[in-house]
C-alpha cells in the first residue's frame, strides 16, 4: 500500500515532512528566468522551463533528507499547459530521485469522469493498446463533497496501481469552518463526518503500519481540531498544511501525530521555496537555503515529537 | 457581467442548452484517430490531436445553434499535458465561433492558490512583464467547500474580467446526498447551505436579468431539491448536469428555469457526442448527428418550459 512506502521513507529519514513546489515566476532567481526567457522568450513555454529547472535544484538539494513533494496543481495550470508539462517532468524528476509524489489537485467529480481523473493523476491511459502514465503520481488530494461515487474510481486505482489519496477534512484556512464546522443533526461536525468518511473509505486499501490508503487533509492552523480527528479517525494518514508561512507551529503539528510519532506529514512550500529571503542570502542560493530550512524543520517536528518508530 | 452575455445568447438561439464535450478516445472515428497516431504515434500527442480534431468538427456544426460548451478538464488532463494542451486550443477554437466556454474544472483551494486557479482558467498571468491568457475560458465550475477564501479570488478575477463560476451544491450523482443531503443544526440541508453562500457571494456580480456572476452546478437528477433551489437561490444561475445518459428528462430539468425561461442552462455531453450510435450512422456522421441531436434536445427542453424571453 502507498502510504507504506511513504511511511517507510519517513522512518528512515526521521522526517515526516513534505516539500511543497508551488513555483511562482516571482520566486525563481533571475539567472535561471532569464536563461530560460533567452530561449524561449517570455511566454509560457519560457515559465515552464523555468518553473522545471527551479524545481530540479531544489530536489537536488533536498531528496537525501526529505522523503516528499507535493507540487500544487494550480501553481503549473497557471502558465497553461505548459505549465502542466513542467508538472509532469517535476514528478517525474522527483521520482527518479526516490522521493514520493503527492500531486495536490484537490480534484472531484462524479463516476466516469473521476475514473478520467484517476487515470490522469495516479494510474494509466490506454491509447488504442498502448498504456502510458500521464502523471504517475504516487498520491493526489482530493475533495469528497460528492460522496463515494466521487472516491471508489480512485480506491480502484489506488488499490491496481499502489496509490493513495488525500481527502479534504479541515482545512487550514480561516474560512474553513463557514460550511467545514457547522454542525449536523447527528452530532458531528461536516469536517468530522468527512473523516468518518475517510475511515470507511480507507477499508478497502488497510496498510501495515495501521494507515490505510485514503489519508485526510487537516490543517495546522486548528491544533484540536487535529487532535481531536487523530483520534476519531485512528486509521486516517494525516497531510497536514499551514505551518510556518500560514502560521501553525511544530506544538501545533504535534497533534497530527500518534505515539510512535506515525500518522502525519506536515506540509512547507513557502518555507521551503523562499528560504534564501530569511536566511539573509542571495537569490541565487536559493536550492542551499531551502536543504538548510529542510533541516530546521526537521529538527524542529523531531524534537517536539520524538524519534519515529515503525 | 458574464452571464448577461450567456443569457442573451441563449435567448437568440433560444437554446438554453450546453454541449459538454467530454472527448474519450473511443468516442473519436477511426478516421480522425488513425491521421492523428500516423502524425504522431499512437502517444499522448497523438489522441491529444484526435481530440481536438472532434471537437473541432463538433464545434463547427453547433455553433449557430448552441450557445455553448463545457469541456470537462478531467478528459483532457488523461491524456497528459498534451492533452491539456488540446484543452487550450478547444477554448480558443469554440470562442473564435463566438460560443461561451465553460470549463468543468471543479476546482478548489485556499487564498493564493485559489488566485492562481482563478488566473490559469478565467484570468492572466505575468510572465515578468508580459501578460497572458492560459486558458481564458468564461466560466469555471468550482468547489466550495473551502468556504469565502476559497471564492473571493475567483470573484475577483470575475468582475474584472467579465467572467462566472459555478459552485457545486446538490450534484447529479446517485451517492451525492451522502454529505449534501445531510441536516444541519440550523435546519438547512448541507446543499441549501451551500446555495445561501453562492447567493451571498454573488451580491458582489450582480446581473442585469437579475441572476449574479456566481452560479450553482444542481443535478436534473434531483427535480425535487431543483425546484427548492430555484426557489430559495433566486439569483443564481444554474448549470444543469445530469439530462440525457444520466437519467434525467425535460420535465426534470424544467424545475431549474423561472418564468421567464432564464436561470439555467442544461448540459449534454455523452448524449450529443455519441449522438451517432443512436440515430443509426456511422461513426463518421458524429458531427451531423452531434447537431441533430443538439437540435433535439433544444426542442425537447424548449417545447416544455416555453419562450425564451428577456
Known amino acids: 500500500m502507498a502510504f507504506d512506502?511513504?511511511?517507510?521513507?519517513?522512518?528512515?529519514?526521521?522526517?515526516?515532512?513534505?516539500?511543497?513546489?508551488?513555483?511562482?515566476?516571482e520566486y525563481i532567481p533571475a539567472s535561471?528566468?532569464?536563461?530560460?526567457?533567452?530561449?524561449y522568450g517570455k511566454t509560457l513555454e519560457g515559465a515552464a522551463a523555468a518553473?522545471?529547472?527551479?524545481?530540479?535544484a531544489i530536489i537536488d538539494r533536498i531528496y537525501d533528507?526529505?522523503?516528499?513533494?507535493?507540487?500544487?496543481?494550480?501553481?503549473?495550470?497557471?502558465?497553461?499547459?505548459q505549465g502542466v508539462w513542467a508538472l509532469t517532468d517535476t514528478i517525474a524528476y522527483a521520482q527518479s530521485k526516490g522521493m514520493f509524489v503527492i500531486t495536490d489537485g484537490k480534484r472531484n467529480d462524479i463516476g466516469t469522469t473521476m475514473q478520467a481523473y484517476a487515470a490522469a493523476h495516479l494510474g494509466t491511459t490506454d491509447i488504442c493498446g498502448e498504456e502510458v502514465y500521464p502523471f504517475?503520481?504516487?498520491?493526489?488530494?482530493?475533495?469528497?463533497?460528492?460522496?463515494t461515487d466521487g472516491i471508489k474510481p480512485l480506491t480502484d486505482i489506488c488499490k491496481k496501481e499502489d496509490k493513495g489519496i488525500f481527502v479534504l477534512v479541515k482545512t487550514s484556512n480561516p474560512s474553513s469552518g463557514e460550511l467545514q464546522d457547522m454542525r449536523l443533526?447527528?452530532?458531528a461536525t461536516v469536517y468530522e463526518q468527512m473523516g468518518r468518511m475517510c475511515e470507511s473509505w480507507g477499508e478497502e486499501?488497510?496498510?501495515?503500519?495501521?494507515?490505510?490508503?485514503?489519508?485526510?487533509?487537516?490543517?495546522?492552523?486548528?491544533?484540536?481540531?487535529?487532535?481531536?480527528?487523530?483520534e476519531k479517525a485512528p486509521h486516517t494518514f494525516f497531510l497536514v498544511p499551514g505551518y510556518g508561512a500560514q502560521g501553525g507551529g511544530a506544538e501545533d503539528a504535534k497533534n497530527a501525530f500518534d505515539k510512535n510519532g506515525l500518522g502525519a506529514i506536515i506540509n512547507s512550500s513557502r518555507g521551503i521555496m523562499c528560504a534564501w529571503k530569511k536566511q539573509n542570502l542571495t537569490e541565487e542560493d536559493f536550492a542551499e537555503a531551502a536543504r538548510n530550512e529542510a533541516l530546521r524543520m526537521k529538527d524542529d517536528i523531531i524534537s517536539t515529537i520524538g524519534k519515529i518508530s515503525l
Open 5 to 25: 512506502r511513504l511511511i517507510e521513507k519517513i522512518a528512515e529519514t526521521q522526517n515526516p515532512t513534505v516539500a511543497g513546489l508551488d513555483p511562482k515566476l
Open 185 to 187: 443533526e447527528n452530532g
Open 136 to 147: 504517475g503520481a504516487d498520491a493526489l488530494t482530493v475533495n469528497g463533497y460528492l460522496g
Open 32 to 39: 535561471i528566468r532569464n536563461a530560460c526567457f533567452e530561449k
Open 51 to 56: 518553473l522545471f529547472e527551479f524545481n530540479k
Open 65 to 81: 533528507i526529505v522523503p516528499a513533494v507535493k507540487p500544487q496543481a494550480a501553481y503549473y495550470e497557471m502558465y497553461g499547459w
Open 205 to 230: 486499501l488497510p496498510g501495515k503500519y495501521g494507515y490505510s490508503g485514503v489519508g485526510a487533509v487537516v490543517g495546522a492552523t486548528y491544533p484540536e481540531q487535529l487532535l481531536e480527528m487523530r
